[in-house]
């Protein structure tokens, strides 16, 4: 007997590392994520094998990050009263690690789901956070939310209790380019380097925090008018107030502006920074392609995306066809 689970890529629109500190940020899911199936075995220990890092973990294996992962998702799925005994679990994923996707996050979410499909979306992202706790030390728990989620989302960590998820209604389709700088990043690295500025310069990271907070606010009016102008311009201002906490790059830097002249009405780095990824808002496909394109001339991959990618939480069926 098999049970399996798919996952969202996610991508931060507005709030990175400001999340961290209880400010509200906007992320979506994404067309492209994760999957997984899990089988029975008769007798134990648990495996993990993911095809695409080229690993196969036991849960009893204290060695990799991977496996840590894998046991701790497992004894919080066990401690919430979940029968799963010995398995055999087989992931894949089509995003890039170190992204700024949510890659494990999404690889997490799906092998929670595929350990308890039934479970409630909420669940299966907090069970993830056991996961992403391993890879990445305090992060704010929206990669999951999102990754198990999908849709718009507007996302605040919550201290001490639960954090709150309002969905956001965006009219129409709003289509996004995600290019790729070709340089890993470390969410726990980019995360701890944030921290340490605010240690050394706490009046000027919360003026940075305080007007991303403010940016926030309005990009979700914004996006709710489907004002895609006004969203394009705050996402300009939220990658200069991005770049004043040192997480961006010149590679970063480079594609905001390539793919603003090719047309974007806005541009930022998703995720962590210090590489990953950069989000382009387009107005339509078309112009889309010529943001691929001008990136491509400048030696950078990238794909086309839009809001609202459909609930992936119970369609295995069709998006398991290529599992390992």
Avoid at 145 to 152: F, I, K
């Amino acid at each position: 007997m098999s049970t399996e689970g798919v996952a969202h890529g996610k991508v931060i629109l507005f709030g990175e590392h400001a999340v961290v500190y209880g400010i509200p940020a906007i992320a979506v899911g994404i067309d492209r994520g994760a999957r997984a199936k899990a089988v029975a075995l008769e007798s134990g220990p648990s495996t993990l094998r993911v095809a695409d890092w080229n690993l196969c973990v036991r849960e009893d294996d204290p060695e990799t990050p991977l496996a840590r992962a894998f046991g701790d998702l497992l004894r919080v799925t066990r401690d919430a009263g979940v029968a799963v005994s010995a398995v055999s679990v087989e992931a894949a994923a089509d995003l890039p690690p170190g992204g700024g996707l949510g890659c494990s996050a999404a690889l997490g979410v799906a092998v929670a789901r595929a350990l308890d499909p039934e479970a409630p979306a909420e669940v299966i992202a907090e069970r993830a956070g056991a996961w992403e706790a391993v890879f990445h030390g305090n992060a704010s728990g929206v990669d999951a939310a999102v990754a198990s989620l999908g849709g718009c989302v507007l996302f605040e960590r919550g201290a001490p209790v639960g954090s709150t998820i309002t969905r956001i209604r965006a009219p129409g389709v709003v289509h996004l380019c995600i290019g790729n700088s070709g340089q890993a990043s470390s969410t726990r690295s980019m995360v701890e380097s944030v921290a340490r500025l605010r240690e050394r310069r706490p009046e000027t990271t919360q003026k940075a925090f305080d007007a991303i907070h403010t940016l926030v606010k309005n990009a979700r009016l914004a996006i709710e008018a489907a004002d895609r102008r006004a969203v394009g311009q705050l996402l300009d201002l939220n990658q200069m107030l991005l770049s004043g906490l040192f997480v961006s790059t010149p590679d970063i830097e480079q594609m905001c502006s390539t793919a603003r002249a090719a047309g974007a009405l806005g541009a930022k780095l998703t995720g962590a920074g210090g590489g990953g990824c950069v989000v382009a808002l387009v107005d339509h496909p078309e112009v889309g392609a010529k943001v691929l394109s001008a990136w491509k001339s400048d030696g950078f991959d990238g794909f086309l995306t839009s809001f609202g990618a459909p609930d992936l939480g119970r369609r295995t069926s069709t998006l398991m066809e290529s599992a390992p």
